[in-house]
Every structure is written in C-alpha cells, then in structure tokens.
C-alpha cells in the first residue's frame, strides 16, 4: 500500500464548478505539499501545511492531522486548471526533508 | 534567474550506453534531488544532496550514480542504461530554510 494515495486519479469538471482533490497519508509527517504539474510537464509547488488551511486565490489547502488527510479545492474552476495535482509528504525524522509522492490527480476542465 | 535547468531534454540511449544528466541551479540553494517519473507512479527519488560535495541514496538508486562538485551541478549519470529506466527524469532544488522544492522541466530518457 502506498504511504501517500490520491483520490480521484482522474476528475472530469465544467468550467466553474468547485473541484475537491483528496490526500490521505498512512505516516507520521510533519509537512504536506501540494504541487501542479502542467500538461507540459513542468512541476510548481502550491502549497505547504503542517496544520490547517491555505488559501491562494481560487485554491484552498486543507489539512486534519488527526485523520491523516489533507484536500485539495479549487473554486470556480476554469479550463487553464487542467493538470495534474500531486501530493506530497515529508515524513517525520527523514533525512534530506525528502519528499514521499502520491500518484497525482489528473484533472479536466471542460469550457 | 533561469531557476532550475537541466540538459539535456530528451535522449534517445541504445542498451549499455552511458550518458550524464545535467541539473543546473542559480538559486544558491543547499539541497538537490534526482527524481525519475513513470506512468501510473508518483515521483521517486533516485539519489540526492545536502550540500556541495555530499550525495546520498533515495528510493531507487541502483543503476545510478552522481556527483555533486560544484554547489549548482547535480550530475546524474547511466553507466550502462537499460529498457527499466525508460522514464521522464526531474531535479529539483530547494534552500535550507523552506521545505518548498523548486524543479527543472524534465529529461525525457529512452532506452530502446
């Protein structure tokens, strides 16, 4: 079982409906990441969380520690959103801060 | 500031030839990771560094080796590539006081 799942794998939306991308992580972490990796390719960090939520225009973070998940949302969502959503943990005393990936979210926003 | 870059962007290698991966940074940060890409998995280190002159193994380090020399290089070199490591390759960067990684555009490898 992986430490880090994502659910769904693939979303389909409209423009402007609310998405929710979800994360649940099996290990003791002490930060969570959200990234987007373009259809190009490229890879950009969104979020960092240890506790509660973040807010950065039309995308919101969350985080429960207790329950080990995190989502995802996306308000009002508009095709340039199309990409896929990866989470990431940094687990508890690992050496390097390294990161533990989930599989990513593909998402797709139809106009 | 170019970020994070890496050279090249796509290589096609025949199995049992060798190759070297360039990852350059101009940010000045501490730590560098190799990461490599495949369908249906997430990203999974290969090796990384803490800091000029230091490197240490991730997940999938066999078949692998690098060199930290220079604090802005990170080399990833095949010595003899195989089909298994067909895959899109990523660096990333990141200072010391953030645990935010900053990551080049990616190498597309094949290994036919």
């Known amino acids: 079982k992986n430490e880090v799942e994502q659910s769904p794998q693939n979303l389909t939306a409209q423009e402007g409906e609310f998405i929710t991308i979800n994360c649940s992580y099996s290990v003791g972490i002490s930060a969570l990441h959200w990234l987007q990796q373009h259809p190009g390719g490229g890879i950009v960090s969104l979020f960092m969380l240890s506790s509660g939520k973040k807010k950065h225009g039309r995308l919101i973070a969350t985080i429960n520690i207790q329950e080990k998940h995190s989502s995802l949302h996306i308000t009002a969502s508009h095709p340039r959103d199309s990409a896929v959503y990866i989470c990431a943990v940094r687990r508890r005393e690992t050496s390097g801060s390294r990161l533990t990936f989930g599989e990513g979210t593909q998402l797709t926003v139809n106009p | 500031n170019a970020g994070v870059t890496q050279t090249p962007k796509f290589r096609v290698l025949k199995t049992g030839q060798s190759m070297t991966l360039l990852c350059a940074q101009d940010m000045n940060h501490e730590y560098m990771y190799w990461y490599r890409q495949d369908p249906g998995m997430g990203l999974r280190l290969i090796h990384y560094s803490v800091g000029e002159g230091t490197t240490a193994k991730g997940e999938v380090p066999d078949g692998y080796n690098v060199s930290r020399l220079k604090k802005q290089n990170f080399l990833l070199g095949l010595e003899s590539a195989a089909p298994s490591q067909t895959s899109v390759y990523f660096c990333?960067?990141?200072?010391?006081?953030?645990?935010?990684?900053?990551f080049g555009p990616g190498t597309r490898l094949t290994v036919l």
């Open positions: 990333a960067s990141r200072p010391t006081a953030t645990d935010t990684q900053y």
